[in-house]
């Protein structure tokens, strides 16, 4: 059951979606994005698991929601490249004809071989493709929900690991963009909803600047606990059905970046 984008589009057979959302997860195979889509599954939703590379990992997380009654599909695309971008939303908008709620929770730069452009094109020119492609898709009272970190959020305002700048800055531009959309978007009837986090448990975010700046990882840990992908992954998952304003942040963690 897997509606594969990247290079063509395999047509298949979905469970029942009738009276369900549809619900769009950008790198959902792993970490954040699959315990959102877990949470979504099992409060009705159809999730749709979006993956770059993990096939068979996204798979895996597809047969676990529905083996516990939950309705799930996945799409391979890398949302950095214009066409497999367009043939996502294109193949979402034929096999479901609309798309409620985009999670945009795909982010990177610190991956190895990382050009110096490509945290810029996937976490700010990436993100405001994917809203411009689905937006025709999204009824009235569709909701978009950003997923971000405080140092990103913050960014310009409090200190950031040098070795997470380029992040900090793409997503902090890609946040940007987005809100810059917000009247277009309220015309529309959709409501752009920002949760931002402190570093997250268990990510493969922080496991990757843990290599390399350990120093920056236990900085964080030094003013509290961090909250865990369970915690954060629910409130990405609340952010899609609670009544909010256009733009409204929700923050997670971190309270030493809230006392301004």
Same mark, same amino acid.
């Given at each position: 059951m897997s509606l594969g984008f990247s290079c063509a589009i395999e047509r298949v057979t979905v469970?029942?979606?009738? #009276?369900? =959302? @549809? $619900?769009?997860?950008t790198g959902a195979s792993r970490g954040i994005g699959a315990e959102t889509a877990q949470v979504l599954a099992a409060r009705g939703d159809h999730v749709v698991?979006?993956?770059?590379?993990?096939?068979?990992?996204?798979?895996?997380?597809?047969?676990?929601?529905?083996?516990?009654?939950g309705s799930a599909s996945t799409a391979g695309a890398d949302i950095a490249d214009a066409d497999s971008a367009g043939a996502l939303i294109a193949g979402i908008a034929e096999e479901f004809g609309r798309l409620d709620v985009l999670v945009l929770n795909a982010s990177g730069g610190l991956e190895l071989h990382a050009?110096?452009?490509?945290?810029?094109?996937?976490?700010?020119?990436?993100?405001?493709?994917?809203?411009?492609?689905?937006?025709?898709?999204?009824?009235? #009272?569709? =909701? @978009? $929900?950003?997923?971000?970190?405080?140092q990103a959020h913050f960014h310009g305002r409090k200190p950031v690991p040098a070795d997470?700048?380029?992040?900090?800055?793409?997503?902090?531009?890609?946040?940007?963009a987005l809100r810059a959309m917000i009247p277009e978007l309220t015309a529309r009837g959709i409501?752009?909803?920002?949760?931002?986090?402190?570093?997250?448990?268990?990510?493969?975010?922080v496991q990757l600047l843990e290599r390399r700046n350990p120093d920056a990882v236990t900085?964080?840990?030094d003013q509290g606990t961090l909250p865990t992908v369970t915690e954060f992954a629910t409130a990405v998952a609340l952010a899609t059905?609670?009544?909010?304003?256009?733009?409204?942040?929700?923050?997670i963690g971190g309270r030493d970046y809230l006392d301004e």
């Open positions: 469970d029942d979606t009738t #009276g369900r =959302r @549809i $619900v769009l997860i698991i979006n993956y770059r590379e993990k096939a068979r990992r996204a798979e895996r997380l597809a047969d676990s929601i529905r083996q516990v009654g050009g110096p452009g490509y945290a810029m094109a996937l976490n700010r020119d990436a993100q405001e493709r994917l809203v411009r492609l689905a937006g025709p898709h999204m009824p009235s #009272g569709s =909701r @978009i $929900v950003f997923v971000t970190s405080h997470y700048e380029p992040i900090a800055a793409s997503k902090r531009a890609g946040e940007d409501t752009l909803h920002v949760v931002s986090g402190d570093m997250i448990d268990g990510t493969i975010i900085a964080r840990r059905t609670s009544p909010a304003d256009p733009g409204h942040t929700t923050y």
